[in-house]
């Protein structure tokens, strides 16, 4: 986990995630949305940003949008309502939603039939009588997307058939009363725009821990915890605040240093010790990035609104 002054080691890995399925998948979503009225996006409520697949922008063009901000449990609560209005402000209808529970589900189908009744009236004036409303879910891979596909169907009825023309990889869910949802796989894109969207990726389990050193992503995200998040790793590890504000002020040593002296009073505290005595820098990132998923440090947004809302 050792750092250098400029800590360039992450961006020099070399991510090979996009394998030759993310392309196919990609290509059966084009042609899915020939079909399709209004598009479900799910992105991850901590990183609203980050998990928005900047291809699938392009692709979706003017079709009708909801975002869902899913995981909305694991997130600041603070920083989820000013995400909805960001998004609201943006002219883009955002609902939080934990899809483990339940929470939220009801409001994503109230959108769903508002926006149908809206298509259903323009088809019945072109004449088209009885065309169902199709929606298709978007949300790239860990967002939770077959959970939010399981809580929806048990708030509905169950899968409908395989529909003449329609291969069997589609599955085609009857939401209400003309209304079908469509599922895809989970998507991610060939290239990230920086470095932070890879870690927050990374964070939060999207890119799997084996493509990266899970002992730099745990670095990292201490770094971002330290400085958002202080009072949240000070109490999970019964740090001396006093301590970490010395370590944290210390300017005999890089900020780097700093951050490791305060791994390994984690390491210490939570019996991560190898022989010689030495901190187990492995397991101490382990204990992190668990700790960080099962919000056993605390309600945590990666990302913040610009803007205040």
């Given at each position: 986990?050792?750092?250098?002054?400029?800590?360039?080691?992450?961006?020099?890995?070399?991510?090979?995630?996009?394998?030759?399925?993310?392309?196919?998948?990609?290509?059966?979503?084009?042609?899915?949305?020939?079909?399709?009225?209004?598009?479900?996006?799910?992105?991850?409520?901590?990183?609203?940003?980050?998990?928005?697949?900047?291809?699938?922008?392009?692709?979706?063009?003017?079709?009708?949008?909801?975002?869902?901000?899913?995981?909305?449990?694991?997130?600041?609560?603070?920083?989820?309502?000013?995400?909805?209005?960001?998004?609201?402000?943006?002219?883009?209808?955002?609902?939080?939603?934990?899809?483990?529970?339940?929470?939220?589900?009801?409001?994503?189908?109230?959108?769903?039939?508002?926006?149908?009744?809206?298509?259903?009236?323009?088809?019945?004036?072109?004449?088209?009588?009885?065309?169902?409303?199709?929606?298709?879910?978007?949300?790239?891979?860990?967002?939770?997307?077959?959970?939010?596909?399981?809580?929806?169907?048990k708030k509905t009825s169950a899968q409908v058939g395989n529909k003449p023309g329609i291969t069997k990889q589609k599955q085609w869910i009857k939401v209400a009363?003309?209304?079908?949802?469509?599922?895809?796989?989970?998507?991610?894109?060939?290239?990230?725009?920086?470095?932070?969207?890879?870690?927050?990726?990374?964070?939060?389990?999207?890119?799997?821990?084996?493509?990266?050193?899970?002992?730099?992503?745990?670095?990292?995200?201490?770094?971002?915890?330290?400085?958002?998040?202080?009072?949240?790793?000070?109490?999970?590890?019964?740090?001396?605040?006093?301590?970490?504000?010395?370590?944290?002020?210390?300017?005999?040593?890089?900020?780097?240093?700093?951050?490791?002296?305060?791994?390994?009073?984690?390491?210490?505290?939570?019996?991560?010790?190898?022989?010689?005595?030495?901190?187990?820098?492995?397991?101490?990132?382990?204990?992190?990035?668990?700790?960080?998923?099962?919000?056993?440090?605390?309600?945590?947004?990666?990302?913040?609104?610009?803007?205040?809302?």
């Amino acid at each position: 986990m050792q750092k250098n002054s400029d800590e360039k080691s992450f961006s020099n890995v070399r991510l090979n995630w996009y394998p030759g399925h993310m392309a196919k998948t990609k290509k059966q979503i084009i042609e899915d949305l020939k079909l399709i009225d209004i598009v479900i996006e799910l992105l991850d409520a901590r990183i609203p940003i980050s998990s928005r697949n900047p291809d699938i922008q392009n692709i979706i063009g003017n079709k009708k949008r909801i975002i869902v901000l899913n995981k909305c449990d694991l997130a600041d609560e603070k920083e989820n309502r000013k995400w909805v209005n960001y998004f609201n402000n943006n002219n883009e209808i955002a609902i939080l939603t934990d899809a483990n529970s339940g929470y939220g589900i009801n409001e994503v189908i109230k959108h769903i039939e508002k926006i149908a009744k809206e298509e259903l009236e323009i088809y019945m004036n072109k004449g088209r009588v009885g065309k169902p409303i199709r929606v298709l879910i978007l949300g790239i891979p860990n967002v939770g997307k077959s959970s939010f596909i399981n809580r929806i169907s048990k708030k509905t009825s169950a899968q409908v058939g395989n529909k003449p023309g329609i291969t069997k990889q589609k599955q085609w869910i009857k939401v209400a009363n003309n209304i079908e949802l469509l599922d895809t796989p989970g998507v991610l894109w060939p290239k990230f725009e920086s470095q932070q969207v890879a870690l927050n990726l990374s964070y939060t389990g999207t890119i799997k821990d084996d493509i990266l050193e899970k002992s730099e992503i745990a670095f990292y995200l201490l770094k971002f915890l330290l400085k958002n998040y202080k009072q949240n790793v000070i109490t999970r590890y019964k740090l001396d605040a006093n301590q970490v504000e010395e370590i944290m002020k210390n300017e005999n040593q890089q900020e780097s240093e700093n951050i490791l002296e305060i791994i390994n009073q984690i390491g210490k505290k939570r019996g991560a010790i190898v022989s010689g005595g030495n901190v187990d820098e492995n397991k101490v990132a382990n204990i992190l990035l668990e700790d960080f998923r099962t919000t056993k440090l605390g309600k945590i947004s990666l990302e913040k609104t610009k803007k205040e809302y």
